[in-house]
């Protein structure tokens, strides 16, 4: 069996968390892109603070699991010369400073209100949030937040030229509906969550993984030890997933507000084993805004670093950059 990830412990509750229910699959995927409608562009929104550099604390670092951890063989991984794309899960560390994670969260406190919901892996949420925010797109196009994240897993990282899920705020709140985010992998391979709210906040919504590989989740059933509630519910946690490779959940919010920026990254280097599908983005954002992203993915390039970083509106990150100057 692998072992646990320093600081990682089973998830309390122990068997609940797998009756978590999963996204849906198959035709059932398909139709809630019928269903789904691309994200609204909100007028209105509150002014915000302005995104700084020195708001990223330089010094950051936390403990790191390979993907060998989970039951991932050598072979498996991507290489680019001597360079392995092995990091699994990364933190939790603090990626922002206080000041940084203040107004931060003053961001994302009044995106709220743009916020909609699809069922389709979280609940209430706003996608493509760097589309309505100044500070989000100025933070994660920021050539020092960028250095720091690629450094933290070990490959060069733009924001992903997707767009719309790049930048992802989810909301939950203990009343009224239940708010859960479904056991999924993601579609992205290189994921950073902030929590942007405190443990004092809310009860439940615990961070819940699969410590294996994705084809043999759901493993043993209803009480397998290799399900792991990530130690990340202090304000400021930033936590990397390898988010394609690692299945994940977060139970049911059942008293106060949780909120969670969910940023997605790409390597350029790595463009082609990307494994986004087209339904599972279709199923979040509708298939006519899925269209127009898939192809600025898809399109060949010459120079990946170069050609991804000018799709995602980012500077250049090399895997020179990753060596410290
Ligand atoms: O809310 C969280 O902590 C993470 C949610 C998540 O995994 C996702 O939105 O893909
Ligand atoms: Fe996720």
């Known amino acids: 069996m692998p072992t ?3 600081g990682a412990r089973p998830v309390s509750g122990g068997t609940s968390a797998l ?8 035709v059932q995927q398909v139709l809630h892109a019928l269903r789904a409608r691309t994200p609204r562009r909100g007028a209105g929104l509150p002014a915000e603070p302005r995104w700084r550099s020195e708001f990223v604390d330089r010094t950051a670092k936390g403990p790191r699991t390979s993907l060998r951890a989970f039951g991932y063989a050598d072979a498996e991984l991507g290489r680019w010369g001597r360079r392995v794309d092995d990091t699994a899960v990364a933190g939790p560390l603090r990626l922002l400073t206080e000041e940084g994670l203040a107004a931060l969260t003053e961001v994302c406190d009044g995106l709220e209100r743009a916020a ?4 389709f892996i979280a609940t209430r949420r706003v996608r493509g949030a760097d589309l309505l925010s100044p500070f989000i797109n100025n933070m994660i196009r920021d050539r020092v937040f960028l250095l720091a994240c690629s450094r933290l897993v070990g490959v060069p990282l733009v924001p992903h030229p997707l767009r719309i899920p790049t930048a992802q705020i989810n909301y939950s709140a203990g009343q009224g509906r239940r708010e859960i985010v479904r ?4 579609g992205m391979d290189y994921v950073f969550t902030i929590q942007l709210s405190g443990e004092e906040d809310y009860e439940g919504g615990r961070f819940t993984y699969f410590q294996g590989r994705t084809d043999e989740f759901p493993g043993d059933g209803p009480g397998d030890p290799r399900v792991r509630e990530a130690p990340c519910r202090e304000r400021g946690a930033t936590l990397f997933l390898h988010g394609s490779r690692i299945f994940h959940a977060v139970t049911p919010v059942t008293d106060g507000r949780r909120v969670v920026l969910v940023l997605s990254f790409f390597c350029p280097y790595f463009a082609r084993q990307d494994s986004n599908t087209f339904w599972h983005l279709a199923g979040d954002d509708g298939i006519p805004a899925t269209a127009v992203a898939w192809l600025r993915l898809k399109w060949p390039v010459r120079n990946p670093a170069v050609d991804f970083s000018l799709r995602a509106g980012s500077p250049v990150v090399t895997w020179a950059d990753l060596d410290r100057d």
């Open 4 to 6: 646990p990830p320093r």
């Open 19 to 26: 009756d978590l229910p999963r996204t849906p699959t198959g």
């Open 116 to 119: 909609g919901t699809t069922r």
């Open 183 to 186: 056991w999924h992998r993601d």
